[in-house]
C-alpha cells in the first residue's frame, strides 16, 4: 500500500470457461475493505455469460500473449500499480504481468502451469481432454459439458452444486491457451514462460487445492519450487480439500479471506 488511504487497486483475472462477472462476490468484500476492484474479462469476452455464449467465435484464437498484452494494456502505467489476482489461465496471466513489472503483487489461484513444469498427472489430463483430444480446436472454442464441468471443477462439490455453477458461470473457452500450455516445454520462447528467479519483482502468492484436478496440487508445488530458488518474495498457500471451483463455489470467501490477509501481510 503506497498511503494508509489509498490501497493498490486489485485487478481480478478470470480463467478458462468461467466468465469475469463470477467475480462480483470477490469485488464486493474486497471493496468493503477499502479496495478500488474491478474484473475485466479476456479479449473477446462479451459483457454477459448469455452474450459469450451467443458469440464464442470471438475467443477464437485467443492466445496467451494477447491475453498478457490485452491486461497490461488496460493496466497502463498508473501511480500506483494494481495488484492482480488470477484464476487458473488467470493465475498464469497475473504471474506474467508481475514478471513483466506491470503489477505491484500478484495472486495465483491455482494457476495454469508455467514453461518448465513437468509434472502432468491423470487428472490433469482428462480435464483438459475435451479440448487436447482434437487437433481442431488449437483455432476455436470449446464449452463443458455439465458431467465435463463436475469432474474438471466441481469435483468436490455435490452433483447439483455444479450444475448450478456450470449453468450460472461457464462459457466457451478458447482452445489455443490450452495447446500453448501443454506444449510450452517443446518451444524455447513459449508464451507460458516466465522469469521465476528475477529479484527485483513484487510479492507473489501461489495457491493450490488438494483436490483440484485441473492444475494438481503437485503441479503447482513443482511452480512454487521453481520460485523458491529465486530471492524474490514468494509463498505457496495450500486449500485442504478444495477442487477447481474454490473462486466461485460455497467456500470461495475462505479463499479470499486468505487473499486478503496476504495483502495486509504485504503492506497493500
Not at 459483457?47 to 451467443?54: K, S
Not at 489455443?176 to 529479484?199: E, G, I
Request: charged share 15%.
Amino acid at each position: 500500500m503506497t498511503t494508509a488511504t489509498k490501497p493498490n487497486p486489485i485487478l481480478f483475472i478470470h480463467g478458462l470457461w468461467i466468465h469475469s462477472a463470477a467475480w462480483q462476490p470477490w469485488l464486493e468484500l474486497f471493496g468493503s475493505h477499502g479496495y478500488t476492484a474491478t474484473a475485466p474479462g479476456w479479449p473477446g469476452d462479451s459483457p454477459t455469460v448469455a452474450e459469450t455464449r451467443e458469440n464464442p467465435d470471438a475467443l477464437n484464437d485467443m492466445g496467451i500473449a494477447q491475453m498478457v498484452d490485452h491486461y497490461t494494456e488496460l493496466i497502463g502505467t498508473p501511480e500506483v500499480k494494481p495488484v492482480a489476482i488470477g484464476h487458473s489461465f488467470g493465475g498464469l496471466i497475473a504471474q506474467e504481468l508481475l514478471a513483466n513489472g506491470v503489477v505491484a503483487a500478484a495472486i495465483a489461484i491455482d494457476p495454469a502451469p508455467i514453461k518448465g513444469v513437468k509434472a502432468l498427472p491423470y487428472a490433469q489430463l482428462k480435464s483438459a481432454f475435451p479440448v487436447l483430444g482434437n487437433p481442431a480446436n488449437l483455432h476455436r472454442t470449446v464449452s463443458l459439458t455439465a458431467k465435463q464441468f463436475h469432474y474438471a471443477f466441481g469435483n468436490t462439490l455435490t452433483e447439483e452444486e455444479s450444475d448450478a455453477l456450470h449453468a450460472e458461470w461457464t462459457i466457451p473457452g478458447a482452445g489455443l491457451p490450452l495447446f500453448q500450455d501443454a506444449a510450452a516445454n517443446f518451444f524455447p520462447h513459449s508464451p507460458a514462460k516466465v522469469d521465476t528467479h528475477l529479484a527485483e519483482r513484487g510479492p507473489l502468492l501461489l495457491t493450490s487445492g488438494t483436490e483440484d484436478h485441473v492444475v494438481p496440487l503437485k503441479v503447482t508445488k513443482e511452480v512454487f519450487g521453481k520460485y523458491s530458488k529465486g530471492s524474490a518474495d514468494t509463498e505457496f498457500h495450500v486449500f485442504d480439500g478444495k477442487g477447481h471451483s474454490l473462486t466461485i463455489d460455497n467456500g470461495w470467501k475462505e479463499v479470499a479471506d486468505v487473499a486478503l490477509t496476504w495483502l495486509a501481510s504485504k503492506g497493500f
